[in-house]
């Protein structure tokens, strides 16, 4: 069994207790105008151009296939309609302005890479975490993953939008030590409009890992001009306050640095805007906490 993967990350310390290794997944349900990692948007290989790397050598074009690179006048025009994500092109790239997202690899192949830092794991008390993307839109192989980690005697944690298949998420949990759970606008209205889907089904999956009494963290990206509201700060809180699964809540400040990515990818229609200040984000933290009675921290 493979999974598309976009990256693994070693030595994390922000994703789950302790040193971690990340494994990003590809796809997601999801297409938030805010999303930090953009090359999870896809399950499907991407190539990412970075027009300022570009020396115009023309090696892309000698081996493409399908036409997607050419040179006019010596400027290099890619066209991603005809691009298949294949790799070719990247394969021979010299500069790097060309590279591949996603490429296939098996249980075995991200074990090997996850087993290198086991020792780090156990005095750090961390482990492995899923993310992407939603891990869990490749859910066989995200639990095979979990079961095998599990096996190895590692923790785990799952980041998830909560955009997911019921089944497939109960099956998840058995194995899951910890969910890092997104809650990003409040109300079907808002969540439609940031999110590109609904909430419902959302926190319809959050009641039923409440009623496991999975360990849960409620993450919540803060961003200006979009869903920094007083009425998604309530609805952070009495969320939090309601399900006693959850046993932290994390506030997230928007950054740019999906924007630059997105760019790369061909991604249009991000949303940009100043990041908030740490304070009025650490306001926020003492309001839901005062609310909630839960630990709440900017994250």
Not at 15 to 28: E, N, S, Y
Request: net charge negative; aromatic share 6%.
């Amino acid at each position: 069994m493979t999974g598309s993967i976009f990256h693994l990350q070693r030595f994390s310390l922000f994703d789950g207790p302790g040193v971690r290794t990340v494994v990003f997944l590809k796809g997601c349900p999801l297409q938030c105008v805010w999303c930090h990692n953009p090359e999870g948007f896809s399950a499907a290989p991407q190539i990412m151009y970075d027009a300022a790397r570009c020396i115009g050598c023309g090696d892309c074009a000698g081996v493409c296939k399908n036409g997607a690179h050419a040179f006019t006048q010596g400027v290099h025009v890619y066209d991603r309609s005809l691009c298949t994500g294949c790799g070719t092109c990247a394969a021979v790239c010299c500069t790097q302005a060309l590279s591949l997202v996603g490429r296939q690899l098996s249980v075995e192949e991200v074990m090997a890479e996850v087993m290198k830092d086991a020792p780090l794991y156990r005095e750090s008390g961390g482990g492995v975490t899923l993310s992407g993307g939603e891990p869990l839109l490749q859910a066989d192989f995200a639990i095979a993953l979990l079961k095998e980690c599990k096996k190895q005697g590692l923790t785990s944690c799952v980041e998830t939008c909560g955009m997911v298949d019921a089944d497939k998420l109960m099956q998840a949990a058995r194995f899951t030590d910890l969910f890092y759970f997104d809650y990003k606008a409040t109300g079907e209205e808002m969540h439609r409009k940031l999110c590109g889907g609904p909430q419902t089904p959302v926190l319809e999956n959050l009641a039923r890992l409440e009623a496991i009494q999975a360990r849960v963290v409620l993450r919540c990206p803060m961003v200006p001009g979009a869903n920094l509201c007083p009425e998604h700060i309530l609805g952070i809180a009495e969320t939090a306050g309601k399900y006693t699964c959850i046993h932290e809540v994390q506030l997230e400040p928007f950054h740019r640095l999906g924007l630059g990515k997105a760019g790369k990818l061909g991604i249009e229609g991000m949303y940009d805007t100043a990041p908030p200040a740490r304070a009025e984000i650490e306001h926020y933290c003492e309001k839901i906490t005062g609310i909630c009675g839960k630990r709440c921290i900017v994250s």
